[in-house]
């Protein structure tokens, strides 16, 4: 069983930082890849940023420049440092974790944490 949590949300004005944590632990052979997502009311889900298993990142053009994506794979924990916050980063903030787990016959598992709160005042 592998569980995600995540920990880092919370209320912050306009131009201020939050930064999130996701621990992924449990039956866990490697990492592929973990990212964090966002779902705004109304909108659908969307990726906020992504780091795989080599290092390389990527994120839309709408967080570039303000959010930093990090892993420190010793601890399968994904890092989400975000600066410069606008009101229209107010969201849900979903981990998500491209896993190989089991150790018998190990197999490819995506993976979701419960979302964190992140609310941006003007």
């Known amino acids: 069983q592998v569980q995600l949590v995540e920990s880092g949300g919370g209320l912050v004005q306009a131009g201020g930082s939050l930064r999130l944590s996701c621990a992924a632990s449990g039956n866990i052979f490697s990492v592929n890849a973990m990212g964090w997502y966002r779902q705004a009311p109304g909108k659908d889900r969307e990726l906020v940023a992504e780091i795989l298993s080599d290092g390389s990142t990527k994120y839309p053009d709408s967080v570039k420049g303000r959010f930093t994506i990090s892993l420190d794979g010793a601890k399968n924990t994904v890092y989400l440092q975000m600066n410069s916050l606008k009101p229209e980063d107010t969201a849900v903030y979903y981990c998500?974790?491209?896993?190989?787990?089991?150790?018998?016959?190990?197999?490819?598992?995506?993976?979701w944490g419960q979302g964190t709160q992140v609310t941006v005042s003007s």
């Open positions: 998500n974790a491209d896993l190989i787990v089991g150790t018998v016959i190990p197999y490819e598992y995506d993976y």
